[in-house]
C-alpha cells in the first residue's frame, strides 16, 4: 500500500519523470522537480516560491475565482482592479443593462470614477493555501466497502474537515476536492470578497466580434475582457457591498507588458479550470460520440433557433435573452466540435488499446491481477447498465429543465419540505425576493415555445417505459399536439405570470402549489427520474466508481515514468507550455498571432457579428495604435499558445517568464475540441487576447486612460 501512495505522489508531482510542456493542469503547490526543470527548460525565471506561497506574496495570491468557478481572473493593480473575458462578465454586464443610453451590453461602459463603479451582483475568491488531506479522508475505506457506505465516509470527512477551516464571521471557507477518481484529496481554503463592480466593458461587437460563426475557430479577432474592481472594507477585509468599502489592496497584482510576444516565447496560466475526463475510457468515448452529444445538439439548436426568433423581434427581447442565448450556444458548438474531434482522431480506438495494455499487464502478475484483473469487465458492466438509461438523464436536463417556468417552478418545492406556518411563510419571503429579477428578463410566449417544443422532444426520443405514465397519457389525449400542451399549462400556470406568483406568496399554499399545472409537470418528470431511472443508473455508479478508481491507480502503477495530472475539477491550477504555430491539417498553417487588418478584413456594417462601432473603424484606418503596437507596427489583438486549460479557465491571465501579463486566455480551437477527453500537442491551442489589444480598447478607443496608469507597466 505504501508503494502504491509513494507512485501516486510521484506521478502526481512529476518528480524524476517524463513530463511534456504541452499537457497538464497542474496544482501550483506541487510545481517542483522535473516539472520545474521543465519549465525552466522553457525559460520561466521565477522560483516556486514566487509561483505559490502561503507565507510571502506569490501569484497566486492575483489569481481569483469568479462565483463558484464560472470563470478565473486577475488582479492588475495594487487598488483591486480585475481583469476578465468579456463573456465571463457578460451576465453581469446584461443585468445592470436596461434599453437606451444604460444598454452597457450595446454601448460599453467605462466609470470615469470609483464612484461610478457598478455592483456587479457575484463574488471572487482568493486562494489561500492547499493542504492534503488524502489520510484524513481514507483512514477509514475499504475496498470491500459498498459504493453508499464509502461516499457516507467520505461525505462525513469532508464536513469535519472543512468545519476545522470554516470561518463565515470572516468570509474563510473550505472546500475538500477528490483527485485521481478518489485515490488523493486536497483541501482548498478560501477568503471570499463578496463586493465587486463593474469598473469597464467594450461593447459586444468588440467583447463577442465574430458571435458563433468564430467562437472555437482560428484565426480569431475577438477583444474578449470586462474589468471589475475588488472592494474590501477599511481594514482591507472581505465585507457585503457598502458604499463606506474602499477598494482592495492586493497580496500580489500582475505588472502588465507591454512588450509584446513572439513564437517560443514561455507563457503559463494560471485559473480554476473546470471539468476534464481524460481518464475516460472507450466505452464513455462511443456513448458520447453516437449518442449523448447528438441528442444535446439537436435540443439546443431547437431551443437557440426559438430564442433566436424573438431575440429579432426588438432591442428588449435582445438584450433580455442575451445571457440565456449565450450559455445555450457556447456549448452546442462545443459538443458538435468534440464529437467531430473525438472521431476524426480516432480517440475511441486510442482508448480501447489503451485499456487491452491495461488488462495484459494487470494480468501478467498474480497481485496485480487479482487488484486489477476485474476492471475492465467492470467497466463493461456499468456502461451497458448507464447506457440504458443515461438518455433520461440528458432529456431530464437538456430539455425539461430547459423550459424556464418549470426549471423556476422546481425551486418552490422548497415550500414542500417545511411544516409550520411560521416556516412556510419565511420561504415564501425568500422565494418573493427573486420573483422580480427573473420575470425582469423573461418572455412568456417564448417560454411557452420552448416548453412546447422540449416536451415534444423528451416523447419523442426517450423509450415510452422510461417515461411517466401520467406524461405519456397527456400527450395521446392531445394527439401528440405539443403547442395545445403548452398552450393549456401556459394559461393556467402561476410561474409563467408575475402578478399571480406574487399573489401566491402573499397567502403560500402547499396544497395549491400541488395543483399548479406547471408545478404538476415538474414533478411528474422529476419523480419518475428519481423513482424509476436513478436506481437503476446507481447499479452502474457502483460498478463504475470502482473501476475508475483502481483503473487510474493502476495506469500509473504501470507507467510508473509518466508524470499524471488529476482530472480538472474547479480547482486552481497552472499550465505551462509557448506560444505557438500550428497546423490543422494537410497544406494548412495557422501563425500564431492577428492584428488589426484581420479584425477590419471580417468587419461587414449591419451584420450581427461582424459589425463594428464607428469611432473603432476610424482609429483603426488611422492607424493610431500608439506604444501599444508591435515592433512590426501593426496593432496584434490574438495569440495562440499550447497550454492546457478548458471551460473555468476563460478570463484566466496568460503570464510570461517574469511574471508579467501577456494576454487573457478566452478560447479553444475547433480542431482541438476533444481535448476535455484527449490532449492533442500538435494541434491543442489556447486563443488569447494580446494585452496591448485590451489597453489600446481601454486607452485609446474608450479613452479611459485612467485605468492603465493604475497598472504597472513593464516596456523592457
Not at 507565507?55 to 495570491?61: E, G, I, P, Q, V
Not at 451590453?105 to 482568493?126: N, Q
Not at 443508473?537 to 502503477?557: I, Q, T
Not at 479553444?668 to 484527449?678: C, L, Q, T, V, Y
Request: aromatic share 12%; hydrophobic share 35%.
Amino acid at each position: 500500500m505504501k508503494r502504491i501512495y509513494l507512485l501516486l505522489t510521484l506521478a502526481f508531482v512529476g518528480l524524476g519523470m517524463q513530463s511534456k510542456a504541452e499537457e497538464g493542469m497542474w496544482l501550483p503547490h506541487l510545481i517542483q522537480g522535473q516539472t520545474y526543470d521543465e519549465m525552466v527548460r522553457l525559460g520561466v525565471k521565477l522560483t516556486p516560491e514566487q509561483i505559490y506561497s502561503v507565507n510571502n506574496s506569490s501569484l497566486k495570491d492575483a489569481i481569483v475565482r469568479l462565483g463558484r468557478g464560472f470563470c478565473t481572473g486577475e488582479i492588475i493593480s495594487n487598488q483591486g482592479l480585475m481583469l476578465t473575458n468579456h463573456h465571463c462578465g457578460f451576465s453581469a454586464i446584461q443585468q445592470l443593462s436596461s434599453p437606451g443610453e444604460k444598454n452597457y451590453l450595446e454601448r460599453g461602459f467605462w466609470a470615469k470614477t470609483k464612484k461610478d463603479e457598478l455592483p456587479a451582483g457575484f463574488s471572487v475568491s482568493f486562494l489561500q493555501k492547499i493542504e492534503d488531506v488524502t489520510d484524513e479522508v481514507t483512514k477509514d475505506l475499504t475496498e470491500d466497502m459498498s459504493l453508499q457506505d464509502r461516499s457516507k465516509k467520505i461525505r462525513a470527512a469532508y464536513k469535519e474537515i472543512a468545519e476545522r477551516y470554516d470561518d463565515k464571521e470572516n468570509h474563510i471557507s473550505a472546500t475538500v476536492k477528490s483527485f485521481f477518481e478518489g485515490n488523493k484529496y486536497y483541501v482548498f481554503i478560501y477568503e471570499t470578497f463578496p463586493d465587486v463592480r463593474l469598473v469597464g466593458t467594450p461593447p459586444q461587437s468588440l467583447g463577442k466580434y465574430g458571435g458563433e460563426t468564430d467562437n472555437w475557430m482560428w484565426p480569431r479577432h475577438t477583444c474578449d475582457f470586462s474589468m471589475f474592481r475588488v472592494y474590501a472594507n477599511s481594514d482591507n477585509k472581505p465585507a457585503e457591498y457598502s458604499e463606506d468599502n474602499v477598494p482592495y489592496t492586493p497580496k500580489h497584482h500582475l505588472p502588465v507588458s507591454l512588450k509584446g510576444v513572439k513564437k517560443g516565447d514561455y507563457a503559463m496560466i494560471f485559473g480554476y479550470p473546470g471539468s476534464t475526463d481524460r481518464y475516460l475510457t472507450s466505452y464513455g468515448v462511443n456513448f458520447a460520440t453516437g449518442t449523448e452529444f447528438p441528442a444535446r445538439v439537436k435540443v439546443r439548436r431547437h431551443k437557440l433557433d426559438i430564442y433566436e426568433k424573438y431575440m429579432s423581434m426588438n432591442e428588449t427581447n435582445k438584450l433580455m435573452y442575451a445571457s440565456k442565448y449565450a450559455g445555450v450556444s457556447n456549448y452546442w458548438k462545443n459538443f458538435m466540435g468534440q464529437t467531430r474531434g473525438l472521431k476524426r482522431l480516432n480517440i475511441a480506438d486510442r482508448k480501447k488499446q489503451e485499456e487491452t495494455d491495461f488488462n495484459t499487464w494487470a494480468n501478467a502478475d498474480a497481485t496485480r491481477k487479482q487488484q486489477y484483473g476485474n476492471v475492465i469487465n467492470l467497466y463493461e458492466k456499468g456502461f451497458d447498465q448507464l447506457h440504458k438509461y443515461k438518455m433520461s438523464y440528458v432529456y431530464l436536463t437538456e430539455a425539461v429543465f430547459g423550459i424556464e417556468a418549470l426549471s423556476y417552478a422546481f425551486g418552490y418545492s422548497a415550500l414542500t419540505r417545511v411544516e409550520t406556518d411560521e416556516e412556510i411563510a419565511q420561504v415564501a419571503q425568500n422565494l418573493a425576493g427573486g420573483v422580480e429579477g427573473h420575470f425582469k428578463d423573461y418572455i412568456k410566449e417564448l417560454d411557452e415555445e420552448v416548453c412546447a417544443a422540449m416536451l415534444m422532444h423528451y416523447y419523442n426520443d426517450l423509450p415510452k417505459d422510461q417515461q411517466p405514465a401520467d406524461f405519456v397519457s397527456m400527450v395521446e389525449k392531445s394527439k401528440g399536439d405539443f403547442a395545445k400542451i403548452a398552450a393549456k399549462i401556459f394559461k393556467k400556470t402561476m410561474f409563467a405570470d408575475q402578478e399571480k406568483l406574487m399573489a401566491f406568496l402573499e397567502k403560500p399554499n402547499v396544497k395549491k402549489l400541488r395543483k399548479d399545472p406547471m408545478y404538476k409537470l415538474m414533478a411528474t418528470l422529476l419523480n419518475n427520474y428519481r423513482s424509476a431511472i436513478a436506481p437503476q443508473m446507481s447499479a452502474s455508479d457502483e460498478s463504475l466508481a470502482k473501476a475508475k478508481r483502481l483503473y487510474v491507480k493502476g495506469l500509473m502503477e504501470m507507467n510508473s515514468n509518466k508524470a499524471y495530472a488529476s482530472d480538472a475539477n474547479s480547482t486552481m491550477r497552472m499550465t505551462y507550455g509557448t506560444v505557438k504555430d500550428y497546423y490543422p491539417a494537410d497544406a494548412v498553417h495557422y501563425d500564431y498571432f492577428t492584428t488589426m487588418d484581420g479584425v477590419m478584413e471580417k468587419y461587414v456594417p449591419g451584420d450581427i457579428e461582424f459589425d463594428l462601432p464607428a469611432r473603432f473603424i476610424d482609429l483603426a484606418k488611422k492607424r493610431e495604435y500608439g506604444r501599444y503596437a508591435d515592433k512590426d507596427g501593426e496593432l496584434h489583438v490574438c495569440f495562440l499558445s499550447n497550454n492546457d486549460i478548458t471551460g473555468g479557465n476563460s478570463g484566466s491571465p496568460v503570464i510570461n517568464a517574469k511574471g508579467e501579463l501577456i494576454g487573457t486566455a478566452f478560447d479553444g480551437n475547433w480542431e482541438a475540441m476533444s481535448g476535455d477527453i484527449a490532449f492533442e500537442p500538435n494541434l491543442q491551442r489556447t486563443i488569447s487576447v494580446d494585452i496591448r489589444y485590451t489597453l489600446w480598447v481601454i486607452d485609446v478607443y474608450a479613452g479611459a486612460r485612467h485605468l492603465v496608469d493604475e497598472m504597472t507597466l513593464v516596456t523592457e
